[in-house]
């Protein structure tokens, strides 16, 4: 049995393209970037067009991306660094649904006498710019907004949100890990000072990662050690890594319009069928402005595991939530910030597509997923039989 895998938000498969540039990084050329020598030159060389790459699809300068070990410390470096560097003020905005990679973040900081506003969300999982605009005032530092929820798939307006933010004389960080190869998106010409990726989330190898960060804007350094990524970031690079998110978003910057269709297209043809098939299904989150690869579908009265274990028998992989807190039975905090009911919150499904799924994967699946809800909802002591 074929594997079906629409969990793309999770991780994604590493491109063949990826995987070929990264190769030789290991055994052949495996000099240190720092060294004297010429063996080690050429691979500065290598992480420098890897650099130019990043910045290319971010329509950015080389030198406003750091390298980092992947999202979630991108978010640390962002949110810490920002701080460490604005010393004199001690107001923190965020959202109640970002990654746990920003939220425990901040929580962790407010024991440090920081405060956090965390935004609530509506129905659809969206923002009250007037709240935030209301929010910041002259002790804020640091707004930190995702550009895309990695459960909903839902977008912020977040170039709106800079013009608000950058008007009040704060800094603005986004995790955009969900966005970047997803949704075209351009830091440099919007007003936003930090923004994260990860090379996994978009058909690059896990743990690497970056931070652009805006010309002129200031923030200390998250690892210290020795003098690479200009001092911003010490440690040995992890070259093939480097290497490879610098041709993962090569790939994503030439293929991105075209490739965004046909994910949508494929999402839609999916997401129509489940819930016109299915009696009791709901989409959770914004139905227009969301990325294209991701559907969130709450089924009632039934629990999302007992889903996801009959989708893995046919071969399926979906969510339940975001992989870092499955394992966990507490409904979503994503879910449950936008008020998704209890009864649906417990059944939801996020299904997260990419390039590499096909029109016959997603026939196959709206075949089987009605038949696995109505043998569920048969079982379920909620629906009266
Ligand atoms: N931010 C968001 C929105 C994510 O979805 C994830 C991963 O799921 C992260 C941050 C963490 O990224 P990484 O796995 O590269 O540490």
Redesign the pocket.
Known sequence: MNTIYFDN??TTKVADEVLEEMMPLFCKLYGNPSSMHTFGGQISRKIRRAREQVANLLGCEPGEIIFTS????S?NAAIKGALAATPNKQKIITTRVE?P??LAVCRELQNHGYTVVELAVDKQGQLDLDELEKQIDDDTALVTI?YA??ETGVIFPIEKIAELVKGKGSILHT?A??AVGKTPLNPAKSKIDLL?I????LHGP?GI?ALYVRKGTRISPFILGGHQEAGRRAGTENVPGIVGLGKACELAEKNIKEENEKIRKLRDKLENAILQKCPDSILNGDKENRLPNTSNISFEFIEGEAILLMLDKFGICASSG???TSGSLEPSHVLRAMGVPFTAAHGSIRFSLSRYNTEKEVDYTIEKIPEIINKLRKLSPFVAT
């Open positions: 938000n999770a992947g999202g979630t410390e978010d990654h990679a920003v995702m929820n990695n995790d890990v969900q994260s990860s090379g996994h989330k896990k990662g975001s992989a870092c």
